[in-house]
């Protein structure tokens, strides 16, 4: 990339297209890279995502971990993660999954042995992980601090799931019960199972990125599928946030453009406003593209018996909850909607969608670089949520460490951002926080945003963090003499209080 003077000269548009694939095409923040094959021809599934990888990641229908090709066919059905992690990633570059996804470093230790030989290619992606760089050298402080975690943590976060199940199986019934009684408590309780299943959706998904189990199905309760998500959540936005590369951002177009772009439409940018209204119904739209795709079997997709998940809410609620089949589907519906709402609402202000992160169209800090850097060029965390560990287990809290390392769970998480914020202050890379109120503003300017942010230009862009009140202070960005970002702030220990776990607050040792 050529060097860049206050205005990014590669800057251009995301057009969405059904035309056929344009194989010469190059990302815009990164135009030494080849641009995803299948990114704008609709429908954006998790399948055609990993079709457009096997064809751009030169793994020659292997696995590639950095640029070493492996056979891991004879692991499929003993990974300890589940068989799936290893089957659905054949043919594709799995560096970025395999360097975040194993924190004990026994992986590493096993790798050699389904060694096959070197590739020449270069690999399709700007992120490092260099031994001495920020996030390797964070990860070795991490797995010397985990070992020294309480051994029981997880079942926190086993306890407040298995408890949102039954309070959604519950409360699932009362709302049929209700309706034939009485309209604005039939109402009121609808509202509230919304809620529930949006918390235990949430809640569901801290355990689909770790190795099988049986909570990781609950996620299917809202009608989307946990396993379309290990793939468009797990492997796509976590490993490549921000990037053409992060199908969720794809998923949401051509109605949610949240890239900039110099000639973004009017309509697109007026999403800032009627973007409730598409959070309203994208579960649902997944739903039924994901029926549709399994049941036509597009792209190698099928339908599996968790696929009867997704049913199970409407039935429990018509069999016991006296409602004829009609209006408990109509319920079920409705449900579904402020299900979504929430869900959507969370997931979207939780750190990613703020107007100064970067986005594909920004000007990247280098060509390549670190990609725990990166992580965090792309997170203005939330904290609201900070003091308790149910509100961030079912609101996509401590959202930073949680995309550093996604295996482990929320209860541990907390514990680790001392070692975190230490590390990040070695390194002066500081990580940028907000509350609730600043995310959904910074998330509708980031949907009128046109012009690229620079984050070679440290002078650039302004710092933002939170004073003891959680009142938004601007001060001007400094420059160090190894930063090549721009400076951010991290949260002021008087913004929590406590960990909601009887202990003391994690982050109270650093400011």
Known sequence: MQAIDGVNPLFSTHCISTMAPNIDKRQTSFPHLMYPIYRD?????????????????????????????????????????????????????????????????????????????????PRNSPFTFKEDGFYKTLKTKIQKKYQELPKDLRRKSDTATDFLLLSLLVSSLACTYLWKTDFVLGGIATVVTGYILSALTTAAHNYFHRADNWRMYLFNFSGMSYEDWRISHALSHHLHTNTVNDLELSMLEPFLQYMPAKDKPIWAQMASFYYPIIFAFATIGMFVIELFTAAINMDGKKLSWANAIQFFLPFWMWCFGGLPLSYTLLLWFTITVICSIFFMCFGLTAGHHSHNNFFDGDVPRDEYYDWGIHQLDTVSERVDETDNHFKSLTRFGFHALHHLFPTLDHAELQYLY??????????????????????????????????????????????????SGQREVRTAPKKKPWSTGPETTTVSCSIVEGTGLGGENPMKYYD
């Open 41 to 121: 021809k609709d429908p954006k599934t998790a399948y055609q995502w990993l079709k457009g990888k096997h064809q751009l990641d030169g793994a020659e229908g292997l696995w590639r971990i950095h640029d070493s090709l492996y056979d891991l066919t004879d692991l499929i059905s003993s990974h300890p993660g589940g068989p799936q992690w290893i089957s659905i990633t054949k043919g594709t570059d799995i560096t970025e999954a395999f360097e975040t996804h194993h924190l004990l470093g026994v992986a590493e230790t096993l790798l050699p042995k389904y060694f096959v030989r070197k590739v020449d290619t």
């Open 418 to 467: 001392p070692t975190f914020l230490e590390h990040c202050d070695k390194f002066d890379v500081k990580y940028r926080t907000a509350n609730y109120m600043k995310s959904f503003i910074d998330h509708s300017k980031q949907l009128i945003r046109k012009r690229p942010n620079n984050f070679r230009d440290v002078k650039s862009q302004p710092t933002y963090r939170l004073d």
